[in-house]
Structure formats: C-alpha cells, structure tokens
C-alpha cells in the first residue's frame, strides 16, 4: 500500500470517509500532541487521498491547503513549516483584544 502524509491544521483534525467505502481515516489536527508547526500529521492510504480529494475538492479546508498531502514525512514537515504563519479562522479568540467593538469583560470576583 502506497502512502502519503496529511496534514491538517483544523483543530481537532478531521474523520476521512468516502461513500460506500468502509474504511476511513482520522486525521490528528492542530491541537494533537504530535503537531509540527500547528499541524497534526497522519499517514493516509494514497489512492484512498486521491479518490476523497475528487470527491471534496470543493471543501474549503482542502481549497485553502488548511489539509494537504506530501508524499513523505519530510517534505510534509517542511511544508507545514511554511505554512506555520497561515491562520485557519479557527484560532481561540485574544481575550485583551477579542475583535473590533469588542471589549474585555472584567474578571467577577465571587
């Protein structure tokens, strides 16, 4: 079985699946443990990455290259390195700057 790395930078990764196929994969996200570079890396059959990426290739996720595929663990990494900057929309919000006409909440003391 040939492989590909995935990388997904979705927070809690994603669950691959394809109509009328049994097998699925689940993919580590940005928050996994293992992450390099705000990605959660998973080694993913290659035609099966193949057959979901026609089928979705409309997902914004995979449009926006937030999950890819490398052929190696290497190259995987280098380019979630470069990618390390990119933001997801999915970030936790700044609590001393939560977004424009947004302000703070004092902390309540019981």
Not at 83 to 104: A, V
Request: aromatic share 6%.
């Amino acid at each position: 079985m040939t492989t590909v790395i995935v990388a997904c930078k979705l927070p809690a990764g994603l669950v691959l699946d394809l109509p009328g196929v049994e097998k699925k994969f689940v993919l580590n996200g940005a928050h996994h443990e293992d992450a390099i570079a705000g990605h959660g890396m998973t080694e993913v059959d290659a035609g099966f990455w193949e057959k979901w990426c026609d089928v979705y290739k409309d997902f914004e996720p995979l449009k926006k290259e937030l999950i890819f595929a490398q052929g190696g663990e290497r190259s995987a990494v280098a380019k979630a390195k470069e990618r390390k900057g990119e933001k997801s929309g999915l970030e936790g919000l700044d609590p001393d700057k939560p977004g424009k006409g947004l302000e703070r909440v004092p902390d309540q003391k019981s």
